[in-house]
Each structure stands twice: as C-alpha cells, then as structure tokens.
C-alpha cells in the first residue's frame, strides 16, 4: 500500500500563509502538483470548520487522493484562517487572488515540482479565486468544483430563490410566518442595497445592520461579472474541468454549461448525480433551510466516488 508523505510549509509574502504538501510515495525527481482553494468561509486547509463545528476533511481527502494518483499537492490555510497570519474582517478578494499567486511562485522554487505542471483546484469560491489568479500566472490546468463560470453574486441570487421557493413548500404555522418575513421583493431588495452600499464604500468594513463587515471583499468581488469570469475562462490557454452536483443548492449545477459553450479544445463539463456542494453523494431531498443538519451528518462520508473517477481520468489524461 502506498504512503504519503506530509510536510508542512510556509509561504510568505505580505502575511505568512500556513499550510501542507503531500507527496507521493513514487519516487521521481519531479512531480505535477495541484494548489486546492478552499471555498469562502472559515474552513482550514484540511475542510474543518470551529464554527460551526464540522470536521470532514473535505480538503485532506481529496489531497490524498489526488496525491495517491502522482501528484504533489499543497493545501492551505487562508490569510485568517487557521495558522494562517490575517484580519478576516479587513481582507479582500484580491488579497485571496494575491495568496494563490505566491503559493503558485512558492512551487515553481521547489525542487520536486514539474513547474510545467501546476495545477489549480478550487471549490465554491475558490473557483472565482482560482479563474482570476490563473489570468494573471497561468498554469496548466483548471478544475473548478461546485461554483464554475460564474461571479459571486450568481450563487447568491441562487441561494436566495432556494430559500424562497423551500419556504413557499412549508406546512404549519412555521411556513406562514415565514413567508409574511421572507418574500421574494423583500430578498431582492435587500440584495440590491447591501450592493449598492457595498459600491459606495472605499474602505475594508462597514456597518450593515449592525453587523461589521468585510466590505473590500465584497466591493472586488462585485467588480467582476460573469462575463468576465466567463471571458477569463474562453481566453484561458490549459485543459479546464468543471463539475458541479445536481444536489447543489448554493451553486447552480446548470452554470457547468457555459464551460461547453466556450467551444474550446480541452474543457469537460460534468454534472455528477446525488452529490452536493459539500462533494458527498446525498439521496434526500434538496434543501437549504436544513443545510447546516445535512453537512454535519455527512461530515464522515466519503468523498462522490463518481467525482474520483471523473477527476483519475481527466488528470490521467491530461497531465501523467
């Protein structure tokens, strides 16, 4: 049985920015490797969260496996994060984007990496990161999982029509009272003015009912649209693969079909079937509402065994 190796690491740049490589027990003198981008939100580099408390690995299993396969991967834990130096509150997007740059520079400097081969991994927001840092350092290859082809404010237009159309289906007196408090003017007005606030700031937070918030994340991520993202993509030189699951409530598994649509050589959209956006197979019915309950119980589950073989055969494919 083969063993991985770990070393943990430190890139530094502005902040110093913790994290893991994994190598494979193969030996060679050098190796492709893949940079995983976690989604946003307080996950570590393994996919563990404090709060709320889920411990699943997410990130940890899908380095080993893709580890096991012949590559060296680097997990990490975003600036603010973890280990990871940082103010949650005054980053930015860009600061993120800035972040996978160095860790992109950070391999190309080691000995053991192919520098030919490098590869980005993002998941949910980590393929907004991923798209525009590889614009600006191109690498080998792109796989975007649960939140291709799209800007921010798509998945969070998303979310909140899941939210209103979950709500619209409730018995009770819980389902009456939240549809006089959740209606769909009262989402998309509130959309409409956290954005337009955002727009008007220049600082890193701002108040927002009665909330502090991390508003120069916000303002850069509203700066790039979807065609954008999308025109990023189409001008995109290496492989891409996206895949998204059907049971995706809080990215669009339907966006998967603008990576067809670019009519370039080398791109593979897929939609894997009963799998989430937590990349676990799930059999129950879609819901929003009751989405922190299903992850927790999920958390032990296995990565989709569909989603292993789609990336195995891809990354065989293309890069080993």
Not at 56 to 69: N, R
Request: with cysteine; aromatic share 6%.
């Amino acid at each position: 049985m083969s063993t991985i190796r770990e070393e943990e690491v430190s890139i530094i740049h502005d902040i110093t920015l913790k994290g893991t490589m994994a190598f494979p027990s193969l030996e060679s003198e050098k190796h492709p490797a893949i940079i995983l981008i976690n989604g946003s939100g307080s996950s570590d580099r393994d996919g563990n969260m404090k709060k709320p408390a889920i411990q699943s690995d997410l990130y940890k299993e899908l380095a080993h496996f893709l580890t096991g396969l012949g590559f060296i991967t680097l997990r990490y834990d975003k600036r603010s994060v973890g280990e990871s130096e940082g103010d949650p509150i005054k980053s930015g997007m860009l600061d993120l984007v800035r972040d996978v740059q160095e860790n992109i520079q950070y391999l190309k400097n080691h000995p053991k990496v192919d520098h030919d081969r490098i590869l980005l991994l993002g998941h949910s927001e980590g393929c907004i990161i991923g798209t525009i840092a590889h614009q600006q350092i191109p690498v080998a290859g792109l796989i975007l999982l649960a939140g291709a082809a799209s800007n921010i404010e798509e998945p969070m237009a998303y979310q909140n029509q899941q939210v209103i159309e979950e709500i619209k289906h409730l018995k009770g007196i819980k389902g009456m009272i939240l549809r006089k408090l959740v209606t769909e003017s009262k989402v998309e007005k509130q959309a409409a003015n956290l954005k337009r606030k955002v727009e008007q700031t220049q600082g890193d937070t701002m108040r927002y009912q009665l909330k502090k918030m991390p508003i120069r994340w916000f303002r850069e991520h509203y700066f790039f649209s979807t065609e954008m993202i999308i025109n990023i993509l189409k001008d995109a030189q290496c492989p891409i693969l996206a895949i998204t699951g059907d049971k995706d409530v809080q990215a669009n598994p339907e966006n998967v079909k603008r990576i067809e649509q670019l009519e370039k050589p080398n791109t593979t959209a897929i939609v894997i079937e009963n799998m989430d956006h937590m990349l676990k197979e799930f059999h129950g019915e879609r819901t929003i509402l009751n989405l922190l309950k299903q992850y927790k119980k999920e958390a032990k589950d296995p990565i989709h065994y569909k989603l292993k073989e789609e990336l195995k055969d891809w990354l065989i494919i293309n890069y080993l």
